[in-house]
């Protein structure tokens, strides 16, 4: 578990720096934790901590920011095991209070700097923030597009289901069903008590003319989650493209029996 979590604030840190494989959770499943790196990382901030503690423990701005840092990391440690099925979690928007105190340690540092030429501070601002511009307008371009998003978050989660299931909802949503339909398959044969990749991949059968493996698609998804009004209202529409009227009205009568508004 400190491993993950050493993994999980490095990848943090990381992209805070190079604004590179943002998104909007990053998971890594247990058999994928690093305990050598993990605890090589861990014993290494350790060791840092301890061979300056001469230095820092007399600058109370310094302690007050490691301690900043030790709160913000206990409350994110807390939270990663919230989908413990998927791993180990994180989602960037966890750690915006730690982050104040990796802000004010650059502050720090580029004070330092000015002790060796009064211009060098602005000119490290000035080109973080030419480089934060460039790589900020092309992550909102990847953002802006659900499709590119998806396959984004698929390429550094790869392991993660609900990373493969946004991929397939974002093709799913685009049309671009044949590329939806494996990714669903895949995600219920991992999960295959997810009611809603069977309620996806009923309407692209229906969409295909397979009417037969529509129904059978949404009568497996009634199995995991019964009465859900938008399958049942589904499973009506392929009924009525059979020509079967009184099975649409049955179901149709269960999808207003389970939501009448």
Known sequence: YPAGIAQLMTWYITQLIFLYGVVLMFVIPVGKISVLYGWTVLLSVVAIVLLTKSQ??????????????????????????????????IEPHWLYFTSLALFLIAARGLWMFEKYHHLLPAVLIVVLTFGYALATRQLNRIWADPVAYGEYFMAHNPDFEKARIFLANAYFREGLHHEAKPLYLSSLRNIPTDWMPLNSLGIIAD????????????????????????????????YTRMNKWDEAQSVLEQAIEQNPW
């Open 56 to 89: 820092w423990t007399k600058d109370r701005q310094i302690t007050w920011v490691l301690g900043w840092l030790v709160v913000g990391f206990l409350i994110v440690m807390a939270g990663a095991r919230f989908q413990s099925a998927y791993g180990l979690t």
């Open 207 to 238: 969409i295909e003319g397979r009417y037969d493996d529509a129904l059978e698609y949404f009568q497996k998804a009634l199995e995991i989650n019964p009465g859900v009004p938008g399958v049942l209202s589904n499973m009506a529409i392929v």
